[in-house]
C-alpha cells in the first residue's frame, strides 16, 4: 500500500471511498465542496492506494484561529473502505497527512473526532493547546496537534463548507 496525493482522475473512487465508510453522504458532499473551497490545498488531500485501488482518503484545508486570523489547518474528512477498517489505514493517512503539514511549515492541526483515536497521532484536546472549538458542545471531541512552536490561540474556524454541514 502506498500513500500519495490525490489525484482527480480519483475523486470518483474517494467519493465511493466515503459512501462505503459513513451511514450518510455528508462526508462525500463536503469531500467534493473542499475541492472547490478557496481553503482547499491540493498537497493535503492524500490516498491510500492497494494495488490499484484506493482504499482510504485524507483530506485537511485552510482553517483559522480567531480573532487574529492565523492560519491553520483542519483535518477531515477522513474515510477508510469497510473492508479496510481496523488494519492501520487510517492511521497511516493521518501520519502522513502530519508529515506533508509539517514539511509545508503549517503550525497546527485540529479536527472533530474520537478521542482514543487521534491520541495516538498526537491529538489532545483543542483546549489544552488553547485553542476553543467552533461549538462548545464538542468538548474533548475536537482536538489539536501543534506542529510547530509558536502556537495560536483562540477560537478555531473550518474552511466555509463546514459551515454548511
Keep these: 500500500m502506498i500513500v500519495r496525493r490525490e489525484r482527480p482522475a480519483d475523486h470518483a473512487a ?5 459512501r462505503a465508510a459513513f451511514p450518510t453522504d455528508v462526508e462525500a458532499r463536503l469531500t467534493a465542496e473542499l475541492r472547490a473551497d478557496a481553503g482547499f490545498l491540493p498537497h493535503l488531500s492524500l490516498v491510500a492506494v492497494d494495488g490499484d485501488d484506493v482504499v ?13 486570523g492565523a492560519p491553520v489547518l483542519g483535518l477531515g474528512p477522513l474515510g477508510v473502505r469497510p473492508d479496510r477498517q481496523g ?4 492511521t497511516l493517512l ?5 508529515a506533508v503539514a509539517e ?3 503549517e503550525r497546527l492541526v485540529a479536527l472533530l473526532g474520537d478521542p482514543a483515536y487521534y491520541r495516538r497521532s498526537g ?14 458542545a464538542w468538548g474533548g471531541h475536537f482536538q ?12 478555531f474556524r473550518y ?6 454541514l
Aim: glycine share 12%; proline share 10%.
Design 87 to 90: 488494519r492501520g489505514v487510517g
Design 123 to 136: 491529538f489532545v484536546a483543542s483546549t489544552e493547546l488553547g485553542i476553543d472549538p467552533p461549538d462548545a
Design 103 to 105: 514539511a509545508a511549515g
Design 144 to 155: 489539536a496537534r501543534a506542529l510547530a512552536d509558536p502556537t495560536p490561540y483562540g477560537t
Design 94 to 98: 493521518v501520519h502522513a497527512l502530519l
Design 56 to 68: 482510504g482518503h485524507v483530506i485537511a484545508t485552510r482553517g483559522w484561529v480567531e480573532p487574529v
Design 14 to 18: 474517494v467519493d465511493a471511498v466515503h
Design 159 to 164: 474552511a466555509e463548507p463546514f459551515d454548511r
